[in-house]
């Protein structure tokens, strides 16, 4: 193992313990001795109790104001200053939503008996700026992780929540087994469901349609680089998971809760609507699944943007062969792309109608045990990228060059 990996492990290692500390820490002003027997309640009620959702909320609203906003777009893809002024705008969204989340949570915890010790307006206040300053010093963590360490900050952070609660589950799990609440069958039915499915995610995560292109000759100052050949790799699943899934419910919840304002919530068709689109109910199952595939064709399109590639090639003196320049290389491009996000969109619906297919037949067990596609592949794309990051920074020397 060479110095530098080693060094970047370790960073990472004593961040997510400094992750992990702060989710042991109470707010202030909180009567925590009935749930001394229960950290993983402790860890609602910490600085850090809102986790990363802020944060994750504000990046999908910008980013997909930058698919329908052109100017929004331009500004994202314009360079290192476009790309700040949009964190800037994120940063500023998380606090709004942070702020709104914070002050739901504190005065919520205001009307349990016993767990505030100061009921006054200053504990709002207090808890208030202590969960938000919570989210902000996790986004600062996760970009020195991503800096220094090894991996997706966010991404890891995000799994370590998901990790921490399996070893607690899985006892959980066996000491059910043991007194016979849960049949070992039921167990081990999951297991192979679980180890099936990683192997799923492994494989399409790390599949790729590549698409030759051939560069010109190349003049670099004095040097003369002859053409040469390469790929553009396509993922199958290029909209990743959190937008599309996340999304997709908004479509159809957001016109339901606007006709609950206007009827009433209690109207006839407002709840009939409600209770149909419960999780596991087939009118939600439907809809959402829908929503999820057109959605990841609709994101992949901006991710992987055909003409914004085919100007690029152009710039560089990149071809695709048998496809002449410009606008016939974008048209082939968005037929390649479309062919391929067919399946990335299979797979994504299928990974998001996983916990719902569970509570339609009744066959959840009383623990997580990452009962949702959506976990299972934040947690696996976060190990690859782990992988392919200690195999870079294994074969590349201190000066930044290549072995």
């Known amino acids: 193992m060479s110095r530098e990996l080693a060094r970047r ?14 989710t042991q820490i109470p707010i202030a002003g909180l009567d925590v001795s009935s749930f ?37 777009n331009t500004i994202e893809r314009s360079g290192e200053g476009g790309r700040r002024r949009i964190a800037r705008a994120t940063l500023g969204l998380t606090l709004v939503l942070a702020c709104f989340q914070a002050y739901g949570i504190a005065t919520g915890l205001m009307g349990i008996e016993g767990l505030v010790n100061n009921l006054d307006g200053s504990f709002v206040i207090t808890a208030t700026a202590s969960m938000v300053g919570g989210v902000f010093v996790l986004v600062w963590l996760s970009e020195q992780i991503t800096r220094y360490g090894i991996g997706n900050g966010l991404a890891l952070i995000l799994s370590v929540g998901f990790l921490v609660s399996i070893p607690r589950d899985v006892a959980g799990i066996l000491e059910l087994m043991r007194t016979g609440a849960v049949s070992s069958n039921l167990v081990l039915a999951y297991a192979v469901f679980w180890i099936v499915t990683v192997a799923v995610i492994v494989l399409v995560e790390g599949a790729r349609r590549n698409v030759r292109v051939e560069f010109g000759a190349l003049t670099v100052g004095s040097r003369q680089l002859s053409a040469r050949a390469g790929v553009l790799p396509i993922k199958l699943n290029s909209a990743g998971f959190l937008i599309p899934v ?70 560089r003196d990149g071809t695709i062969p048998g496809v002449a ?37 009744g066959i959840d067990l009383p623990y997580s045990m990452i009962v949702d596609g959506g976990a299972a592949l934040v947690v696996v794309g976060t190990a690859l990228d782990i992988k392919t990051q200690v195999r870079d920074v294994s074969l590349t020397n201190p000066g930044g060059v290549r072995r």
């Open 246 to 315: 996340t999304v997709a419910p908004w479509i159809f919840f957001l016109p339901l809760a606007f006709a609950g304002f206007i009827l009433g919530g209690d109207h006839p068709l407002v709840a009939a609507a409600y209770r149909h689109l419960q999780l596991g109910q087939p009118a939600h199952m439907i809809l959402v699944s829908i929503a999820v595939f057109v959605l990841a064709f609709v994101y992949t399109a901006y991710v992987v943007d055909p003409e914004h590639t085919a100007k690029s090639l152009v710039q």
């Open 325 to 361: 320049p410009g606008e016939a290389t974008a048209d082939y491009l968005d037929r390649v792309v479309s062919l391929t996000t067919v399946v990335g969109a299979v797979y994504l619906t299928a990974l998001q109608l996983i916990p719902e297919v569970f509570e339609l037949y």
């Open 36 to 72: 001394s027997p229960r950290p993983d309640l402790i860890a609602r009620l910490s600085p850090f109790a809102l986790g990363l959702i802020p944060y994750l909320t504000a990046a999908i609203l910008i980013r997909l104001l930058s698919v329908v906003w052109r100017r929004l």
């Open 9 to 22: 492990i370790a960073f990472t290692i004593g961040a997510l313990l400094l992750f992990r500390l702060g």
